[in-house]
């Protein structure tokens, strides 16, 4: 099933960067969603598994940065904690 997102959602896409899903795609049950979301860094569009997105910081719902996010725009290694995330992706 596709559905279109309006308004997008800003996330952030790991190894590609922020951006706005204005998209989804479920394959099923035996699939990750599917976040069809265009990079504000490049105008890219691509199409990234849940497991690699992650929903930007907001400051109204309380929401702080997600470690692996600031981890990839400070270019320090991740937390031990979020390595282990990673390798279950």
Same mark, same amino acid.
């Not at 109204?60 to 390798?87: F, H, I, Q, W, Y």
């Given at each position: 099933?596709? $559905?279109?997102?309006?308004?997008?959602?800003?996330? *952030?896409?790991?190894?590609?960067?922020? +951006? *706005?899903?204005?998209? &989804?795609?479920?394959? +099923?049950?035996? *699939? #990750?969603?599917?976040?069809? $979301?265009?990079?504000?860094?490049? +105008?890219? &569009?691509?199409?990234?598994? #849940?497991?690699? &997105?992650?929903?930007?910081?907001?400051? $109204?719902? +309380?929401?702080?940065?997600?470690?692996?996010?600031?981890?990839?725009?400070?270019? $320090?290694?991740?937390?031990?904690?979020? &390595?282990?995330?990673?390798?279950?992706?």
């Amino acid at each position: 099933m596709f $559905t279109q997102l309006n308004p997008a959602i800003p996330l *952030h896409v790991l190894g590609k960067g922020d +951006g *706005h899903a204005f998209a &989804v795609i479920d394959y +099923g049950q035996e *699939h #990750n969603l599917i976040w069809v $979301t265009a990079i504000d860094a490049t +105008g890219e &569009v691509w199409c990234a598994p #849940n497991p690699r &997105v992650r929903l930007q910081k907001n400051w $109204t719902m +309380g929401r702080a940065e997600n470690p692996l996010v600031a981890a990839a725009k400070s270019k $320090t290694p991740p937390c031990d904690d979020c &390595v282990d995330a990673l390798s279950r992706q």
